[in-house]
């Protein structure tokens, strides 16, 4: 397998408006990621996700860009994201940027134009359609709740947000637009950024003619999001940007595509592809959702042979074809230890157990910020505490249609995407060190006892375990390209695999759940001479037994001789 630094990094994600506020007014800024750069040098990462800092009237945070050439005032200015990205440099990192080019913020002079009148020659930089029997042009659903279709009483047009509506759709038929966001891209690149996540990438070409999307009790249906997802163009597109402007730069490139499996992925990040290095799934994050495709909010409990499953074909299906991202958490999902591990009684081992599986797969990992201190999801009591336009849009809709209060609440609590967007915990001051000022959204209450200060001085902490097993990754290439093999593919608790290259053999062995499973190591595993590597928990008395009985959330790695 052909080796590359994208493949051998570790990413840490940062959400900027809730890393580290500098100047007072509750807000994080580019001064305050500047203060924290040694804290994720010392992590051992080697390239930083920064979500939007363009400048934008943050109605999605940032995913809303009014001008991509300017940065948000908020954050600070031009001189500030130039001096970032050389202490980035300077500290042998690499600075990933984030952008959106599925759509922009209605405030974009484009947009503006474009609504100006039927016939202003920006009108076609955006989806405009005539409405149909009186409604919108087709049905489909915007994944903010709502129709996709805004009426625009002033030209008597809808045009289509597949996001909030202040976030029109760009049309990228138009070979114009196509211009615009290539020179755009190539402009950051000139900078000197080291990659991009692509946002929503999945969806900038809609299928043609707009049909409506089949009555979801009709079989077999074509649900709406296939009609804007992954289709054939999109891969045109992608490789048309790759040959005029990416092609030129060493960079790293993610997108991000919903609604797909990992043989569709390899269409994206084939190695013979010229798109992307590797796409973020949302297979996983489906497993909690009570039906494939129903919306997020509708909760059942996972199930650990679901996740194997899952995680298993994404492992095999790339192997030497492709390359994977692998995440638990971001800023769009719950906290991964609220949601896979145990928030309550078991914080701490099963945000190591996580982390080991995060770091024991084949693929890029991406550390979403305050994971490495195992931060919760903070359930926060009331609807006026959460500031995020899909949870807010939900809410509202939910309760419109008289659904009650708490169980709107429950699913609110469970799924928001503000459980990962609450300030980062830094230490036990007010607001977590976070901000001198009053923090724009609360912090989470468990701030005295979960924060960075703590992690970093205690030698048992969640941080120093990360620590270790990023080292451990760096000392072992088996980790970064061995393949993947899983065993015990029937056991309910625990998920075993082993990594495999010329250089040898790891066995990881993580128990998912609170109760004590014992591993039995199937026949072709010799645990006799295995060493181990790394474990959440004090070694036992004999090591090498070929039935170990687990602890809650235990995880263990082993090189095997
Ligand atoms: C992506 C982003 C999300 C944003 C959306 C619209 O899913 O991760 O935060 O709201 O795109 O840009
Ligand atoms: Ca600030």
Not at 15 to 44: H, V
Not at 173 to 184: F, K, P, Q
Not at 381 to 403: C, M
Not at 447 to 468: F, T
Request: charged letters at 25%.
């Amino acid at each position: 397998m052909k080796a590359k630094w994208w493949k051998e990094s570790v990413v840490y994600q940062i959400y900027p408006s809730s890393f580290k506020d500098a100047n007072g007014d509750g807000i994080g800024d580019l001064k305050g990621i500047m203060s924290k750069l040694d804290y994720i040098k010392e992590l051992g990462v080697d390239v930083i996700w920064i979500c939007p800092i363009y400048q934008s009237p943050n109605h999605d945070n940032g995913y809303d860009i009014s001008d991509y050439c300017a940065i948000q005032p908020q954050f600070g200015t031009m001189e500030d994201f130039d001096r970032l990205l050389r202490e980035i440099h300077s500290r042998g990192m690499k600075l990933m940027m984030d952008l959106v080019l599925n759509h922009t913020s209605s405030d974009h002079p484009w947009f503006i134009e474009s609504k100006s009148s039927v016939d202003n020659p920006k009108r076609d930089y955006y989806i405009w359609r005539k409405g149909k029997n009186g409604g919108p042009p087709n049905n489909w659903e915007s994944y903010f709740s709502g129709s996709v279709w805004e009426y625009d009483a002033s030209t008597g047009e809808y045009y289509m947000h597949l996001y909030a509506k202040q976030q029109p759709d760009l049309n990228w038929d138009n070979e114009r637009v196509v211009d615009e966001l290539h020179e755009m891209v190539a402009w950051w690149l000139k900078k000197g950024v080291d990659g991009f996540r692509f946002d929503a990438v999945a969806h900038i070409v809609k299928a043609q003619g707009l049909p409506d999307g089949d009555n979801p009790n009709k079989l077999p249906t074509v649900r709406a999001y296939q009609l804007f997802s992954n289709l054939k163009r999109v891969h045109t597109l992608l490789q048309n940007l790759n040959d005029r402007v990416l092609y030129y730069y060493d960079i790293m490139t993610v997108g991000e595509t919903s609604g797909l499996g990992p043989e569709k992925a390899l269409e994206y990040v084939g190695d013979t592809r010229r798109e992307l290095n590797m796409v973020f799934q949302f297979e996983h994050m489906y497993l909690d959702a009570a039906s494939p495709g129903s919306g997020k909010w509708d909760i059942k409990s996972w199930s650990l042979l679901d996740l194997k499953k899952v995680m298993s074909q994404w492992q095999t299906v790339l192997h030497d074809k492709g390359w994977n991202a692998n995440y638990l958490g971001n800023h769009d999902q719950p906290r991964s230890v609220s949601r896979f591990g145990n928030d309550l009684q078991c914080r701490i081992p099963s945000a190591k157990m996580l982390a080991t599986f995060l770091l024991t797969l084949e693929g890029t990992p991406y550390i979403y910020q305050g994971e490495e201190i195992g931060m919760t999801n903070p359930a926060f009591d009331s609807i006026d505490d959460y500031r995020d336009v899909e949870t807010l849009n939900f809410y509202h809709e939910k309760r419109d249609q008289g659904i009650p209060e708490e169980e709107v609440m429950k699913a609110v609590r469970r799924k928001s995407r503000d459980n990962a967007r609450t300030p980062m915990q830094w230490d036990n001051t007010d607001h977590a060190g976070f901000t001198s000022g009053t923090p724009w959204i609360d912090v989470n209450s468990n701030y005295m006892e979960v924060n960075a200060a703590n992690a970093v001085k205690d030698p048992d902490s969640i941080y120093n375990y990360y620590k270790e097993m990023i080292k451990l990754r760096k000392e072992h290439p088996i980790l970064v390209y061995g393949e993947y093999h899983l065993l015990l593919p029937d056991d309910p608790d625990i998920y075993a695999y082993t990594r495999t290259s010329n250089e040898g053999t790891i066995l990881v062995i993580l128990n998912f759940y609170g109760r004590e499973p014992v591993f039995k190591a199937p026949k072709s595993i010799v645990m006799e001479g295995a060493v181990l590597l790394i474990s959440n928990y004090a070694p036992l008395k004999d090591e090498n037994t070929s039935e170990l009985v687990l602890r809650p959330y235990e995880a263990r790695v082993y090189l095997m001789s």
